[in-house]
């Protein structure tokens, strides 16, 4: 009889295809084999919701039907591309069967990921030829993870895992995958109008690798809300309270003033190794410079921090070496500067205040030195610098080995702006002109004095981006090619 194979060669197998050449250009691919294997013990039931929310944690609230069967095919692609070539020898295969194929016996094959033991009699050329045997496909069945389509028992009414959650100024909802309400608590306070387009939506999914859901949710009192910072609650799947986390802290800076800080961004690393996630909470004060990057454990328990001069209040996390380690980026505006920035930061080695060399009076004192892998600023145009004490940075864009973030030159109107776009090693690729901004700045020329369309040599200029800290040189690398 086969013997069964352990979690822990499951896992390394895993973390081998991770690193890789087949996966190394396929972010979204690594991490949906990322997702799968977490599950590989058998404790954890996931669904297409919850990989949707995982794989595309930015748009589940604001984009329509994402295709989860797209990126299972590029899966299965680059997997099978993988045992053909550089881990044709490998001891153990994992197997992404596609339902559209009749099993071997002709009975309908159900969508699993199978992890199996190779057959070191078979070929090793194509793994689709290894033979395997009935007991392997029943030991594969257990471990397995269904992850697409419509499950039955998701339509039924008595499915109590938390899917979804949202928050209506005074109650949160939390409901199943079928839109089926579990349970809700609420907050008689109301929440901080000011802000509540700023505050991230709640978030669901698995944070200790239990097989059971947690609930992220950032609340902002509406009572004396200038002076209240946000506080993280973290909920079980029942709705039980299991910690809070307040934004901030009081330091030197303030000077007295209360404290008052605003969450802008929660996200979650997956867990490494099977253990347990991390969180990364942004937030800065609500009435002056100083702005912070936390990362959390899973307890709610603060690891490491990061302060900035200026607000971030876009994170993104991305694989950025290809080392299937995620990196944290951060945009919004450097205080010291005036200027749009972007900084990524390496989450085990979080630490510090950034250096304000061009302002020393707003320097952040006692955190030590900053542990920036890359600082960049964006450069103003002549409207903005008409208009507004700052331009912005909007939130990264991460998709096929490209990040692309647009720039804000007129604060009050969001697509008033410049479009940059980087490859992973932070070259610039292109800049380009939004529509809205053209046609602003003629209508700036137009109503004042130096009368001018917006020329090349103009947009040219857009190209000059400042690198602080993480660079060969004073700017970045401008190919003006596209990203391999």
């Known amino acids: 009889m086969p013997e069964k194979i352990e979690c822990s060669a499951i896992q390394e197998q895993v973390n081998k295809i991770l690193g890789s050449a087949a996966l190394a250009s396929k972010p979204q691919v690594r991490k949906l084999l990322q997702i799968l294997a977490r599950s590989a013990d058998g404790k954890l039931a996931l669904n297409s919701t919850r990989i949707i929310q995982e794989l595309w944690p930015a748009e589940t609230q604001t984009k329509g039907p994402l295709d989860v069967a797209k990126e299972v095919s590029r899966l299965r692609a680059a997997l099978e591309s993988y045992y053909a070539g550089e881990g044709r020898s490998d001891s153990v295969v994992i197997v992404l069967p596609n339902r559209s ?67 209506d100024d005074t109650t949160l909802t939390v409901s199943n995958a079928a839109g089926k309400t579990l349970w809700r608590r609420n907050f008689a306070d ?57 934004s901030g802290r009081n330091v030197p800076e303030l000077e007295g003033s209360p404290i008052g800080f605003t969450i802008s961004s929660v996200s979650v690393f997956p867990p490494d190794h099977g253990g347990a996630s991390r969180i990364v909470v942004a937030s800065w004060h609500n009435l002056y410079y100083p702005s912070q990057i936390a990362l959390l454990d899973s307890k709610g328990k603060t690891i490491s921090e990061y302060w900035h ?15 299937g380690k ?52 964006f450069p103003r145009s002549d409207l903005n610098r008409d208009r507004s004490a700052y331009n912005w940075a909007l939130m990264p864009l991460i998709e096929h080995g490209r990040i692309t973030l647009a720039v804000k030159e007129d604060l009050n109107d969001p697509a008033c702006a410049i479009s940059y776009e980087f490859d992973t090693k932070f070259h610039l690729l292109g800049v380009e002109a939004y529509d809205n901004f053209a046609s602003a700045h003629n209508e700036f020329y137009r109503n004042g004095s130096g009368r001018h369309s917006f020329t090349q040599r103009e947009e040219a200029e857009f190209q000059k981006v400042r690198c602080l800290t993480g660079c060969d040189g004073e700017y970045v690398a401008f190919s003006g090619g596209h990203a391999p």
Not at 108 to 114: G, M, Q, Y
Not at 329 to 358: F, K, M, R
């Open 309 to 323: 001069s200026g607000h971030l209040e876009h994170v993104a996390l991305a694989d950025l070496d290809g080392d």
């Open 101 to 167: 194929k009749p099993r071997p016996d002709g009975t309908p094959e159900k969508r699993w990921i199978a992890v199996l033991p190779q057959d070191d009699a078979a070929p090793t050329n194509r793994p689709e030829s290894r033979r395997i045997s009935p007991v392997l496909i029943a030991a594969a069945a257990i471990i397995a993870v269904v992850f697409a389509g419509y499950f039955l028992f998701e339509m039924l009414g008595g499915d109590r895992r938390p899917a979804l959650a949202r928050f």
């Open 190 to 246: 109301g929440s901080w109008g000011r802000f509540r387009e700023l505050i991230p939506k709640p978030w669901v999914g698995n944070l200790d690798a239990d097989g059971h859901a947690s609930i992220l949710f950032a609340y902002h009192t509406a009572r004396d809300a200038d002076t209240k910072s946000t506080v993280l609650i973290c909920y079980s799947e029942r709705g039980e309270e299991k910690w809070r986390w307040t």
């Open 326 to 377: 995620q990196k944290i980026i951060a945009t919004g505006v450097s205080n010291g500067y005036h200027q749009a920035t972007l900084v990524v930061l390496d989450p085990d080695h979080l630490a510090g205040a950034s250096a304000e060399t061009a302002r020393p009076e707003i320097q952040i004192h006692g955190m030590g030195m900053a542990h920036e892998r890359l600082r960049l600023l």
